[in-house]
């Protein structure tokens, strides 16, 4: 059997401008429907680009394009259209149909589909949660495998590697809504009995080191579950040459990346709830100084995302407003994380850190080194940007491929980053505290902080009034 295309890690596929240098072309720079400059594919039709997908006995699509293409294409059309097309282009060009098939033939390109199907589905498994693209997948995998034993077995291989997949993901989902419903019940058991569960965080884990680590597991465990094309589905909106047909309707098949949101906002919240619990000054002012330590941590180990969210939550005006407990609190450790994660000059500082932890990644040893958790909004925003910022199509109806480069380029880093393993110990305890132990509302967290010190001003006053009343009805 001949070589198949080596597949290169993510790290390696883009080259520092963003664009492939070693892009299969055979003709000069205007072929079959492709535009091409310096080499580089900058746009081209629909229906070339999805030829440009397909491989033949003699090419094979570079895996840059075929990750770029299967995750922008979804802006025009459905995967599972997508796979129709492709189905039917390799059945066609290979005459597959055809009764008296030549074995030669299906030897030469059999590796070669099998190899793109094999992208496909590690890449994006969850396209795969629809039953239309899994009939064409089995489809397209048996017209294959009548040709050899040898690719029977690849292709159980294939389906077997896929099904877990689908099977984790599905069972990862469950385990959230039993979470969410944990959290949920927890909190009215809080409401009416504060007393009977009341742990707090210092006593649940008296190590901010300990912390950030289980912090570290939480984030990676969710960020794995994020699929590649759930940033492209963060802002589908219609393709302009379909007059009404949204291109989405029920293609969107996972939500892990709004439940990584969540988790955010969860934490901050968190953060918020135990520094305004405490009735003693100098337990809030020992908490505070406890989440500082733990966003130190956390920015050692590169993971941004939990800092930014310790660091918001220590930033809501119930938490900021507590001028005699910040007092007691030593706060040059926070004022250094703060200039950090400073917002202005679009994040200029936040964007030196994570550079100089994707670096470290890059060279790393151990798994340790390799950590890289970005803070997320930030990383959706840059995304959100980057495709509001140009044109899908070109004024020709190219589809403008220079634009799905960068997307691709963006995305595949977050590739890298999420395939790391935690090396670090789990604590089941502190996991269970994380994700189950109720947090307090606005409402409840500005009551707290007027209880542990009193309104300083009308306003303040009017809203203390207000609340308790609330709170006794």
């Given at each position: 059997?001949?070589?198949?295309?080596?597949?290169?890690?993510?790290?390696?596929?883009?080259?520092?401008?963003?664009?492939?240098?070693?892009?299969?072309?055979?003709?000069?720079?205007?072929?079959?429907?492709?535009?091409?400059?310096?080499?580089?594919?900058?746009?081209?039709?629909?229906?070339?680009?999805?030829?440009?997908?397909?491989?033949?006995?003699?090419?094979?699509?570079?895996?840059?394009?075929?990750?770029t293409f299967l995750l922008s294409s979804r802006l025009f059309m459905h995967p599972y259209e997508l796979m129709a097309k492709v189905y039917h282009l390799c059945i066609e060009?290979?005459?597959?149909?055809?009764?008296?098939?030549?074995?030669?033939?299906?030897?030469?390109?059999?590796?070669?589909?099998?190899?793109?199907?094999?992208?496909?589905?590690?890449?994006?498994?969850?396209?795969?949660?629809d039953e239309r693209m899994m009939r064409n997948l089995k489809e397209l995998a048996q017209r294959i495998a009548s040709g050899d034993e040898m690719y029977r077995k690849n292709?159980?291989?294939?389906?077997?590697?896929?099904?877990?997949?689908?099977?984790?993901?599905?069972?990862?989902?469950?385990?959230?809504?039993?979470?969410?419903?944990?959290?949920?019940?927890?909190?009215?058991?809080?409401?009416?009995?504060?007393?009977?569960?009341?742990?707090?965080?210092?006593?649940?884990?008296?190590?901010?080191?300990?912390?950030?680590?289980?912090?570290?597991?939480?984030?990676?465990?969710?960020?794995?579950?994020?699929?590649?094309?759930?940033?492209?589905?963060?802002?589908?909106?219609?393709?302009?040459?379909?007059?009404?047909?949204?291109?989405?309707?029920?293609?969107?098949?996972?939500?892990?990346?709004?439940?990584?949101?969540?988790?955010?906002?969860?934490?901050?919240?968190?953060?918020?709830?135990?520094?305004?619990?405490?009735?003693?000054?100098?337990?809030?002012?020992?908490?505070?100084?406890?989440?500082?330590?733990?966003?130190?941590?956390?920015?050692?180990?590169?993971?941004?995302?939990?800092?930014?969210?310790?660091?918001?939550?220590?930033?809501?005006?119930?938490?900021?407003?507590?001028?005699?407990?910040?007092?007691?609190?030593?706060?040059?450790?926070?004022?250094?994380?703060?200039?950090?994660?400073?917002?202005?000059?679009?994040?200029?500082?936040?964007?030196?850190?994570?550079?100089?932890?994707?670096?470290?990644?890059?060279?790393?040893?151990?798994?340790?080194?390799?950590?890289?958790?970005?803070?997320?909004?930030?990383?959706?925003?840059?995304?959100?940007?980057?495709?509001?910022?140009?044109?899908?199509?070109?004024?020709?109806?190219?589809?403008?491929?220079?634009?799905?480069?960068?997307?691709?380029?963006?995305?595949?880093?977050?590739?890298?980053?999420?395939?790391?393993?935690?090396?670090?110990?789990?604590?089941?305890?502190?996991?269970?505290?994380?994700?189950?132990?109720?947090?307090?509302?606005?409402?409840?967290?500005?009551?707290?902080?007027?209880?542990?010190?009193?309104?300083?001003?009308?306003?303040?006053?009017?809203?203390?009034?207000?609340?308790?009343?609330?709170?006794?009805?």
């Amino acid at each position: 059997q001949e070589r198949m295309p080596q597949t290169p890690p993510f790290a390696a596929m883009f080259d520092s401008s963003g664009y492939n240098r070693n892009l299969y072309q055979s003709k000069e720079d205007n072929c079959g429907g492709l535009y091409y400059h310096d080499n580089n594919l900058l746009s081209g039709s629909l229906e070339a680009l999805i030829q440009h997908l397909v491989p033949n006995v003699d090419y094979y699509p570079d895996r840059t394009y075929i990750f770029t293409f299967l995750l922008s294409s979804r802006l025009f059309m459905h995967p599972y259209e997508l796979m129709a097309k492709v189905y039917h282009l390799c059945i066609e060009q290979q005459r597959l149909s055809e009764p008296g098939l030549d074995k030669n033939r299906i030897r030469k390109i059999a590796p070669k589909i099998l190899q793109l199907l094999t992208e496909w589905t590690e890449t994006f498994p969850y396209d795969f949660r629809d039953e239309r693209m899994m009939r064409n997948l089995k489809e397209l995998a048996q017209r294959i495998a009548s040709g050899d034993e040898m690719y029977r077995k690849n292709i159980q291989q294939l389906l077997q590697n896929l099904i877990r997949k689908l099977t984790t993901v599905s069972q990862y989902e469950e385990v959230l809504a039993k979470i969410n419903a944990t959290s949920t019940d927890r909190l009215t058991v809080l409401k009416t009995k504060p007393q009977s569960i009341q742990r707090d965080i210092i006593t649940v884990c008296n190590d901010p080191y300990v912390l950030a680590q289980q912090l570290t597991h939480v984030e990676l465990e969710r960020l794995n579950y994020i699929g590649p094309e759930e940033f492209v589905q963060a802002f589908v909106q219609k393709d302009p040459l379909d007059n009404d047909k949204s291109c989405y309707g029920d293609r969107k098949k996972t939500r892990n990346l709004e439940a990584y949101v969540e988790w955010f906002n969860r934490l901050s919240y968190l953060v918020a709830t135990e520094i305004c619990m405490p009735v003693k000054k100098k337990h809030r002012a020992r908490v505070i100084e406890y989440f500082i330590d733990v966003a130190r941590e956390c920015f050692n180990i590169g993971n941004f995302n939990s800092l930014m969210a310790i660091i918001s939550g220590m930033n809501m005006s119930p938490v900021s407003r507590l001028k005699k407990t910040w007092a007691k609190v030593k706060t040059a450790k926070f004022d250094i994380l703060e200039h950090q994660m400073d917002p202005s000059s679009n994040f200029y500082n936040y964007r030196t850190a994570l550079r100089g932890a994707a670096q470290r990644s890059l060279t790393a040893h151990s798994n340790r080194e390799k950590i890289v958790i970005p803070f997320f909004s930030l990383l959706i925003k840059d995304i959100y940007f980057l495709n509001e910022g140009c044109a899908n199509r070109l004024p020709n109806g190219h589809v403008n491929f220079e634009k799905f480069w960068e997307l691709a380029k963006q995305v595949s880093e977050f590739m890298t980053w999420k395939q790391v393993e935690c090396p670090f110990e789990r604590d089941r305890k502190i996991l269970q505290y994380l994700l189950t132990v109720p947090v307090f509302s606005d409402d409840a967290l500005y009551l707290a902080s007027y209880e542990s010190e009193s309104p300083e001003n009308h306003i303040e006053k009017d809203r203390w009034k207000t609340l308790r009343f609330v709170s006794k009805v």
